[in-house]
T-cell receptor, first 113, second 115 residues
Framework: NAGVTQTPKFQVLKTGQSMTLQCAQDMNHEYMSWYRQDPGMGLRLIHYSVGAGITDQGEVPNGYNVSRSTTEDFPLRLLSAAPSQTSVYFC????????????FGQGTRLTVV | AQTVTQSQPEMSVQEAETVTLSCTYDTSESDYYLFWYKQPPSRQMILVIRQEAYKQQNATENRFSVNFQKAAKSFSLKISDSQLGDAAMYFCAYRPENAGNMLTFGGGTRLMVKP
C-alpha cells in the first residue's frame, strides 16, 4: 500500500515564486490535512478537508490555498512564497469518526530564499 | 483553543533503562484523544501510543506505556528497556472527538539514548 504520498520531498523556491505541494492517499480517507513543522515546534495545522469540495482553515492558513476536487488528492498551493514559509510540510489523512488514526506522508522540506 | 505543552526540550537515557517524557494539555472538552508520536531523522511521523479520554486504564504498547491523569490534564510517556532505535523526537498530540486528524501538537522532546 502506498498510503500517503507527498511530492516533492525537497524544494527550493525564490521569494515570490509559486508552487504546489502534492498529496495523494489511496486509503479512501475522507479527512485530509496539511501541517507545517518549524524548528523547535510541533506540527501546526494549515488547512484541512472533510471530503471532496469541502475545505477549511486551520491554525496558520495565511499564504496558503487548498482545494479538494477528489477524495484522493489534496494539493497545497503557495501563491507567492515568502522566507517565513520555509518549513517542513506534512500531509495527513484519516477516516472521519471517533476511532481513527492519522496517517502521515514523508514530508516536504521547503526552503524559500 | 487547546494547547499542548512538553516542558522537556531534551532528555537522555542509558540503553536498557527507563525514561519518562512529560506532556500537559489544556482543554474544556470531556471527550478527546491523546497521542504520542515518534519522529526519527527520516522525518516520518510514527504513532507510538494512543489514549482515549473516556478510558481510565492507561494504554500500553510493548515497552511503551502512558500515565494519563485526566483531572491534572497530564499525559506522560514511559519507555522501558530503552533501545538505541528509540532515539528520536517525540511529540505529544491532542485531538477532539470526531475531529479526523485535526491534531494539536506539543513542541516535542528530543530523546537521546546512550549506549
Amino acid at each position: 500500500n502506498a498510503g500517503v504520498t507527498q511530492t516533492p520531498k525537497f524544494q527550493v523556491l525564490k521569494t515570490g515564486q509559486s508552487m504546489t505541494l502534492q498529496c495523494a492517499q489511496d486509503m479512501n480517507h475522507e479527512y485530509m490535512s496539511w501541517y507545517r513543522q518549524d524548528p523547535g515546534m510541533g506540527l501546526r495545522l494549515i488547512h484541512y478537508s472533510v471530503g471532496a469540495g469541502i475545505t477549511d482553515q486551520g491554525e496558520v492558513p495565511n499564504g496558503y490555498n487548498v482545494s479538494r476536487s477528489t477524495t484522493e488528492d489534496f494539493p497545497l498551493r503557495l501563491l507567492s512564497a515568502a522566507p517565513s514559509q520555509t518549513s517542513v510540510y506534512f500531509c495527513a489523512s484519516s477516516y472521519l469518526g471517533q476511532d481513527t488514526e492519522a496517517f502521515f506522508g514523508q514530508g516536504t522540506r521547503l526552503t524559500v530564499v | 483553543a487547546q494547547t499542548v505543552t512538553q516542558s522537556q526540550p531534551e532528555m537522555s537515557v542509558q540503553e536498557a533503562e527507563t525514561v519518562t517524557l512529560s506532556c500537559t494539555y489544556d482543554t474544556s472538552e470531556s471527550d478527546y484523544y491523546l497521542f504520542w508520536y515518534k519522529q526519527p531523522p527520516s522525518r516520518q511521523m510514527i504513532l507510538v501510543i494512543r489514549q482515549e479520554a473516556y478510558k481510565q486504564q492507561n494504554a500500553t504498547e510493548n515497552r511503551f506505556s502512558v500515565n494519563f491523569q485526566k483531572a491534572a490534564k497530564s499525559f506522560s510517556l514511559k519507555i522501558s528497556d530503552s533501545q538505541l532505535g528509540d532515539a528520536a523526537m517525540y511529540f505529544c498530540a491532542y485531538r477532539p472527538e470526531n475531529a479526523g486528524n485535526m491534531l494539536t501538537f506539543g513542541g516535542g522532546t528530543r530523546l537521546m539514548v546512550k549506549p
